[in-house]
């Protein structure tokens, strides 16, 4: 049987990327988004519903998030589902949760203070953004195959 692990969000930060290091020298930012989503009820009446995502970024990726992001800002990202393991010091239970491991990233605002990051990432267009009209992202089909199955997957170029 074929797998995949694919996950790909928009959202906005929660809180300020917390970065660290291992021993080795390696980057770490620990980020968490919300991913809003609203509908209407049968009775018409809008509703909203948030979900809180944790997301870790390792090497360069981090360090520039870390540097660029702050909380509230819009983020799309792609990664990999990844469940963390491990045993409570305290009560020696087993404890477990649900991460995304980032593997490519845009900003997407372009709000832009002082020192800020660029408003999106050099793939998506060569021309400044038109002050008044929010980037336009194009996308590029992504066929798979798995045995006979055929699956439709849009990426952002």
Same mark, same amino acid.
């Given at each position: 049987?074929?797998?995949?692990?694919?996950?790909?969000?928009?959202?906005?930060?929660?809180?300020?990327? $917390?970065?660290?290091?291992?021993?080795?020298?390696?980057?770490? =930012?620990?980020?968490?988004?919300?991913?809003?989503?609203?509908?209407?009820? $049968?009775?018409?009446?809008?509703?909203?519903?948030?979900?809180?995502?944790?997301?870790?970024?390792?090497?360069?990726?981090?360090?520039?998030?870390?540097?660029?992001?702050?909380?509230?800002?819009?983020?799309?990202?792609?990664?990999?589902?990844?469940?963390?393991?491990?045993?409570?010091?305290?009560? /020696?239970?087993?404890?477990?949760?649900?991460?995304?491991?980032? $593997?490519?990233?845009?900003?997407?605002?372009?709000?832009?203070?002082?020192? =800020?990051?660029?408003?999106?990432? =050099? =793939?998506?267009?060569? /021309?400044?953004? /038109?002050?008044?009209?929010?980037?336009?992202?194009?996308?590029?089909?992504?066929?798979? /195959?798995?045995?006979?199955?055929?699956?439709?997957?849009?990426?952002?170029?």
């Amino acid at each position: 049987m074929a797998n995949f692990n694919k996950v790909i969000l928009a959202g906005n930060l929660t809180r300020d990327p $917390e970065l660290r290091y291992t021993p080795k020298g390696t980057a770490i =930012a620990r980020i968490g988004m919300a991913i809003n989503r609203t509908w209407k009820n $049968e009775a018409g009446e809008n509703q909203e519903e948030v979900t809180f995502v944790d997301i870790d970024a390792f090497g360069r990726q981090a360090e520039v998030i870390a540097q660029y992001m702050k909380k509230g800002r819009p983020f799309l990202m792609e990664g990999r589902l990844k469940l963390d393991q491990w045993e409570d010091k305290n009560t /020696h239970q087993k404890q477990s949760k649900m991460k995304v491991v980032l $593997e490519s990233f845009s900003f997407l605002d372009s709000n832009r203070e002082p020192g =800020a990051a660029p408003a999106r990432s =050099a =793939a998506l267009s060569r /021309h400044p953004p /038109h002050p008044l009209r929010p980037t336009r992202v194009r996308l590029k089909k992504t066929t798979f /195959h798995f045995d006979s199955s055929l699956i439709f997957i849009p990426h952002i170029i």
